[in-house]
């Protein structure tokens, strides 16, 4: 399929890298956990994030901790026109940057990404195709974290792309049981460095392939052992 953009000067003006910074900078000394980082994701992550087929075919994309707002012009950049977002930002701090874009796909939801299935269906946004958080999983009691994850699994539609830029590696504990190994890609130029986490939720034909596959090798192990005591008990009783 090919993907028709809307291109930059229909996601609006981007906001100063400062400027977004000075946001970073006050969201970070009211919550220093959830923001996890002084410094706005750079433009080469912000493209590494937003230039991928998952962006730019989906209808429906989510993502999780915009902040200032940065990654969220560039999806929007990259993202169909018919395309929608949603943006889920816990620190208010956020609000008036976020607000400050002026885009009709885009939708802010200042919110706690801990109730993602209810803000999702608040705004009407049912299964979507993509979620690009930038949350820190590392930072956060293990419960709530299991919570978002399960969340994001839930608001994905089969075949669905989970994508996560992260410091640590915490996010892999709650994502790899629902959606299985990561594909990873480190990300050198960002302060800090970091590692981007991209899964896609298997579809249930693929899960039930997937399971007889398993199944069947069982059956053929189990086939093997019988067939080795078969031959041993033969040599031991002849
Ligand atoms: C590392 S910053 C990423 C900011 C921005 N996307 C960027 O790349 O510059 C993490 C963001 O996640 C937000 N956040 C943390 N926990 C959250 C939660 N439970 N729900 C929604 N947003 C959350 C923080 O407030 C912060 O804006």
């Known amino acids: 399929m090919h993907a028709i953009t809307a291109g930059p000067s ?10 977004r910074a000075f946001y970073v900078l006050k969201a970070w000394l009211q919550a220093p956990m959830d923001v996890a980082t002084l410094c706005p994701s750079s433009p080469y992550l912000t493209r590494k994030l937003a230039n991928r087929d998952c962006v730019k075919n989906a209808r429906c994309v989510i993502e999780l901790g915009p902040g200032a707002g940065g990654t969220t012009q560039a999806l929007l950049e990259y993202m169909r026109p018919d395309a929608k977002l ?7 701090v956020f609000s008036e940057p976020l607000h400050a874009i002026h885009d009709p796909r885009l939708e802010v939801a200042m ?12 705004h009407e946004f049912g299964l ?9 999983f590392s930072s ?22 989970f994508v996560a830029y992260q410091i640590r590696d915490h996010v892999n504990e709650f994502a790899r049981p629902l959606f299985g190994p990561a594909e990873t890609e480190a990300i050198p130029m960002n302060f800090p ?19 007889r596959r398993g199944q069947n090798e ?21």
């Not at 460095?193 to 399971?211: E, F, G, N, R």
């Not at 069982?218 to 002849?238: N, T």
């Open 218 to 238: 069982i059956v053929h192990d189990q086939w093997h052992k019988s067939q080795r005591v078969a031959e041993v008990q033969g040599l031991s009783h002849p």
């Open 193 to 211: 460095p970091l590692t981007l986490y991209t899964w896609t939720k298997v579809c249930v034909a693929q899960q039930d392939a997937a399971d």
């Open 128 to 136: 979507v195709d993509a979620v690009v958080s930038g949350i820190p």
């Open 10 to 19: 229909e996601a609006g003006a981007r906001p100063t890298f400062a400027k």
């Open 111 to 122: 919110d706690d990404a801990c109730a993602l299935a209810e803000i999702a269906a608040k």
């Open 86 to 92: 949603l943006a889920v930002e816990k620190s208010t």
């Open 140 to 161: 956060m009691p293990s419960a709530v974290a299991k919570t978002i994850a399960q969340s994001i699994h839930q608001v994905l539609r089969p075949g669905g792309v």
